[in-house]
Structure formats: C-alpha cells, structure tokens
C-alpha cells in the first residue's frame, strides 16, 4: 500500500522521450515550459539521427542523449534518473516527473490537469483521456489488446491504456522499476501500480498528438508496439503466457 503523503512543495519536472523528432521537438518543449509549476524539461534523445537533441536544449531543455536507440522505456528511466540526480544535488524534494510524447507541439501546455491530482496528493499516477479520441473511439488492434489485458489483469477498464501522458510521484515511479521495454510500458505501468494499491486516476485533457499514418513505415511501428504490449502482458499474465506458447509449438 503506497503512502498517501505528499509533498505539495514538491516542484514537477516534464520528461520527453524523443526520436528523430526535429519537427516538434522545439514548439513542445517550449510549451511544457509553460505548464504551472514545471522548473525543469528533460529531453531525453534516444539515438535520434536529426537535430533533435540540438533544437530541444535551444529550446530549453535539459538533454540527455542515447548513442543508440534504446526504446521508450528506457528512455524514460534516462530522464527519471537524471531528474533524480539534479533533486539529490539541489536537496529539494523529489520532484513528480510528468511523460509528455515529443510530437505534442503547443498542445503540450494543455497538460496542467495531469499534474494537479498529483500534486495534491489525489492520485499517484494521472493518465490523459484525449478528448478528440474519446469521440473517434480508439479500436486499434493494438489498444483492444492493451485495454482487454489490463483489465484481465487488474479488473480496470482503462480507456486510453496505451496513452504515454502520464504524471506520478517519484515513488510511485519507482514502484514500476524496472520499466517494460519498448511500447509495452504504459500497459505495464497501469497494471503494476494498480496491483500495487496506488492510485490511478483518468483525466481528459485537449491534447493531441500526430496522427499515426497508414504508410509502410506506420504499419511496422503497429507491429512492434503489438510486440511490445504482448511482452509485457506475457510477463504479468499466464493467460497470454501460454497463449504466446501454444503458438509457438505449432509453429515449431
């Protein structure tokens, strides 16, 4: 069971994981800049080949950069790690980290509801509910499997479960460590933390982010966060487990 005390001093820090993301990079970071309470943006470049991590310290961000790409999850363990060490050096209290996607652009400043909850000790982890996307639906391959595992999992329905706007307190962060790898680490980070007993709240907010194309390229990227989300649940559910095993004998 989590404790239900917090610091409401506590400051916020916004932490982006970005690849290749020149484009938006610059117009996000400068709009998370804007959020209420937010002293620090940690972009974390996860082996982009463009001028990302360049255009997000002009920006100003702070940026911690990967040589490789590494994956998601790992790019925001980067980021947490560094926010660490910057609230261990300036003694504060730890800051609540807030999960914004790179290609939010102006709409990043929309986020304020994410961190309110949060800071008044209302929910451990917030997850943002995209209003223009509650009225599309959200039926991706991809979603259903998200949604339907969490659920199996831990009884919540979620309705945005592959959502990665997401703020928590430090310790409900480090309840999750270490994070699922690739695309599979909002899923696990819903169920884990409600397995855990903290408190895990929606909120809709006016953000939007670019649309996920039906190209070659977008195909593949479907493909891999369907990989990602079925690793994760395979690690928390022996239903899936074995499911992924059955297939493999026969295909074997």
């Known amino acids: 069971m989590p404790d239900d005390i917090t610091d409401e001093a506590a400051g916020t820090a916004v932490i982006i994981a970005a690849k290749d993301e020149q484009d938006r990079i610059a117009l996000t970071v400068k709009a998370a800049l804007k ?20 255009l997000a310290g002009e920006a100003g961000a702070t940026v911690v950069r990967h040589s490789r790409n590494r994956g998601k999850g790992a790019a925001m363990e980067s ?9 261990s050096r300036d003694g504060g209290p730890a800051r609540n980290l807030l999960f914004l996607d790179a290609d939010l652009a102006e ?5 304020a509801p994410l961190i309110e909850p949060v800071r008044r000790g209302e929910a451990d982890m917030t997850i943002a509910v995209f209003a223009a996307l509650v009225k599309l639906g ?24 592959l959502n990665g706007q997401r703020c928590l307190t430090r310790a409900a962060f480090d309840a999750a460590l270490p994070l699922a790898k690739g695309f599979g680490v909002e899923t696990a980070l819903t169920i884990d933390l409600l ?15 670019r649309a996920t194309g039906t ?20 690690s928390r559910e022996p ?3 074995n499911g992924i095993a059955r297939v493999r004998n026969r295909a074997g």
């Open 215 to 234: 190209d070659v390229h977008a195909q593949i990227l479907r493909a891999r966060q369907f990989r990602d989300v079925a690793r994760a649940l395979a």
């Open 239 to 241: 239903i899936v487990r």
């Open 79 to 87: 980021g947490a790690e560094a926010v660490r060490l910057l609230d």
């Open 195 to 209: 397995r855990k007993d903290f408190r895990v709240v929606e909120v809709e907010v006016p953000l939007a982010h």
């Open 35 to 54: 959020l209420p309470g937010i002293d620090l943006v940690m972009v974390v470049d996860d082996g982009s080949a463009d001028r990302t991590a360049e």
């Open 107 to 111: 709409t990043a400043q929309e986020a």
């Open 138 to 161: 959200g039926h991706g391959f991809v979603v259903r499997l998200s949604r339907d595992g969490i659920q199996r999992a831990t009884g919540v329905k979620a309705t945005q479960p």
